[in-house]
């Protein structure tokens, strides 16, 4: 039996026990099936067509628990478009290959084709699922995604929860409008303006409350475009939750989101005796945030809605908004007070700006590189052993367990929103109003002071970088996986402002090889994936289809109710001691082979996890396998070699290393070959 299919049979009977320990501890598997199509609405009395799910708009709310697993069944059904699914906050640990962003993780899910997400929720909080292929999201494909948390500190702090988003709205579709953005014409590289904007997908929004109850309200901005603050007429809100962390309360009137943002914020309605009417919201755009420039004055609001504490009473007209600066969200500590991530080990600078490029179209960039979508999907050039191009995609390689620092100096007025994916990011530093304000206190904004570095810096995982000014975030690449980091305002993503991390690859590797990929995602590797590598992806694939199994079935009990709604599989005591029973089993059997199957298999040596090394399939054992891969009949994979780090990355004989025909991308004749 060849080493790497001991090693897949091993790394697939672990995969199992942990996804069977999940359920067993946690009782519930939570499937949602959704069908991606279109459909007619017009939120802002304009009709349009817009992605739906399950013929469906707006999209419903993902809900699960904390240790919950998620199982998403994805199917396209657009006809004229691929699509791809990015649950945005989430870490993904160990399934770097659910995160979604397409080219990055995994290939786009094809017109006709369909994918399987399938993870387990560690975080709880306020979350949001959107579209991350092309600039697809704008036109619907956006909803909610909660994570309660049991074991809350605000279990008792709120009697009722409410989720309110807030939305630019277009009324061209997104290919038509990109075409114009992207254009050599549009010369200033003038960002689109929304057509209207929304609360909760309406311009109507009332909110039926109770007197003299507290309410935890979720906010998310799922916008294209602009960052809006957001204020209730004559009630004070208190900051719990920031992009999924518990934060220490902060009150403030007056609260600014960014796109990709989220925060919850707790709301005491008015005692019967002093409501009396019903109370406006509204939602506005936030100049301090988008460009250098903070409001000074009264605003009129873009959108309005109402507390409607007496639905037989008058809505009133919405006061014009506050001239009140929001909330600094760098003055929130994390409840967990987690302290300063000191001595960065690794630093990386970047530098935003735009320039026209020779295709004639002005791009925004980092360090002078416009990112373009390769190939190959990132991640699957990672696993393979392949290098990113790094005049498109920009790649840092981040050394497993490293405390990283970013430092961004943003030479442009507008203020740039960038979000990490797998990781939130401590805050460390934002430039003040001599730089370009952003949210500051009224301190900040009037004297240009530069905030202290915080002992216990606020984290979250999308972050302003002001425009003209500069930021600095830290984080700890403790999450082995490719992971996409770019701006989100849609326009500046698509046109460039984007680059990739390359997380600990050595234990990636391991984690999720690359045949467990091609498993996962048989339905549309041929979309993206040149043919002779899918061929022999498949071919691995099939060899070890004995030993390979699904994390889930994806085949939850119960009853499915309402279109696109979850099912919630719940295990018996006797059925979680079978499952955990079966998990045992299959973990010994994985030991067995590594312990007393190593004479088979005599270059595996240890467990991998035993040391740091990197490790690299580089040879061929058969002759006879040698001589099948030279006729071009299957890709064949060799035992594991242990490799110094350095050699790993240095390789320059082509007897040692993969070759391949850049024309064609397929694997020139010779004994070795490394996926």
């Not at 067509?49 to 919950?68: E, M, R």
């Not at 396209?76 to 989430?90: A, D, R, T, V």
């Not at 707790?266 to 109370?279: D, W």
């Not at 003040?432 to 979250?460: D, F, K, L, N, W």
């Amino acid at each position: 039996m060849a080493a790497t299919t001991i090693l897949s049979r091993c790394f697939a009977a672990s995969l199992l026990w942990q996804t069977l320990w999940a359920g067993v501890a946690h009782g519930s598997i939570v499937t949602y099936d959704f069908n991606l199509t279109w459909v007619q609405a017009a939120p802002d009395g304009f009709a349009r067509p817009v992605i739906g799910i399950n013929n469906q708009w707006p999209l419903p709310q993902i809900t699960a628990s904390l240790g919950d697993v998620v199982v998403v069944n994805v199917v396209n059904q657009l006809g004229n478009q691929s699509s791809s699914l990015h649950f945005h906050g989430l870490f993904m640990n160990g399934t770097s290959r659910m995160d979604g962003p397409s080219m990055v993780n995994q290939c786009a899910i094809p017109p006709g084709g369909s994918f399987t997400y399938n993870f387990t929720v560690a975080q709880p909080g306020t979350y949001w699922y959107h579209s991350h292929t092309s600039s697809q999201y704008p036109d619907g494909l956006r909803g909610v995604l909660v994570v309660y948390d049991p074991k809350s500190p605000l279990r008792a702090s709120y009697d009722a929860e409410l989720v309110i988003t807030l939305s630019d709205w277009y009324h061209r579709q997104m290919p038509d409008i990109m075409t114009t953005y992207l254009s050599a014409d549009n010369r200033m590289a003038s960002d689109p303006r929304p057509d209207s904007y929304l609360l909760n997908d309406t311009q109507d929004l009332r909110v039926a409350i109770q007197p003299g109850k507290t309410y935890l309200v979720r906010m998310v901005n799922m916008g294209a475009l602009k960052a809006q603050k957001f204020w209730i007429e004559g009630h004070n809100l208190t900051v719990v939750e920031v992009d999924g962390v518990y934060v220490q309360p902060l009150e403030a009137s007056v609260v600014s989101l960014a796109t990709g943002q989220r925060l919850a914020f707790l709301v005491k309605t008015k005692e019967q005796s002093e409501a009396g009417r019903n109370f406006g919201m509204a939602a506005t755009l936030d100049d301090a945030a988008n460009s250098h420039t903070p409001s000074t004055s009264p605003e009129a609001p873009k959108v309005s809605g109402w507390l409607v504490y007496d639905s037989a009473a008058d809505l009133p007209a919405v006061p014009l908004f506050p001239a009140t600066l929001p909330l600094d969200d760098m003055s929130l500590t994390p409840l967990d007070e987690e302290p300063l991530l000191e001595n960065p080990d690794v630093q990386i600078s970047l530098v935003v700006n735009m320039k026209r490029l020779s295709d004639g179209v002005m791009h925004w960039l980092f360090n002078q590189t416009s990112y373009t979508s390769p190939n190959l999907p990132s991640l699957f050039s990672a696993l393979s052993g392949e290098n990113s191009n790094p005049n498109i995609t920009l790649p840092f390689v981040l050394p497993h367990n490293a405390i990283v620092e970013i430092s961004i100096s943003n030479k442009h007025m507008s203020g740039h929103p960038v979000h990490l994916h797998g990781h939130t990011f401590q805050a460390v530093h934002r430039s003040g109003i001599s730089g370009g304000g952003m949210m500051m206190s009224h301190e900040a904004y009037t004297t240009g002071a530069v905030v202290a570095t915080p002992r216990s810096p606020m984290r979250r995982d999308t972050f302003t970088v002001p425009g003209h000014g500069d930021a600095t975030l830290r984080f700890r690449a403790d999450n082995p996986g490719v992971w996409f980091f770019h701006c989100h305002m849609e326009w500046h993503a698509h046109s460039g402002l984007a680059m990739t991390f390359l997380e600990a690859p050595e234990v990636l590797r391991v984690e999720e090889p690359l045949a467990l990929l091609a498993k996962e995602g048989e339905s549309n590797l041929r979309e993206c994936v040149p043919t002779g590598l899918w061929e022999g992806l498949l071919a691995t694939n099939e060899s070890e289809s004995s030993g390979m199994s699904q994390e889930v079935d994806g085949e939850g009990q119960g009853e499915n109710g309402e279109s696109g709604r979850g099912r919630s599989s719940n295990l018996t005591v006797l059925e979680s001691l079978i499952i955990g029973s079966l998990g045992v089993a299959m973990g010994i059997l994985g030991f067995w082979f590594f312990k007393y199957g190593k004479k088979n298999i005599p270059r595996l040596g240890l467990p991998l996890r035993r040391h740091k090394r990197t490790y690299s399939l580089v040879s061929l054992t058969d002759k006879d396998e040698a001589a099948a891969f030279q006729r071009n009949e299957q890709f064949v994979i060799g035992d594991w070699d242990e490799v110094d780090n350095d050699d790993a990355y240095d390789r320059d004989d082509d007897e040692e290393r993969e070759t391949w025909n850049s024309s064609r991308r397929e694997p020139r004749s010779g004994p070795y070959v490394k996926l």
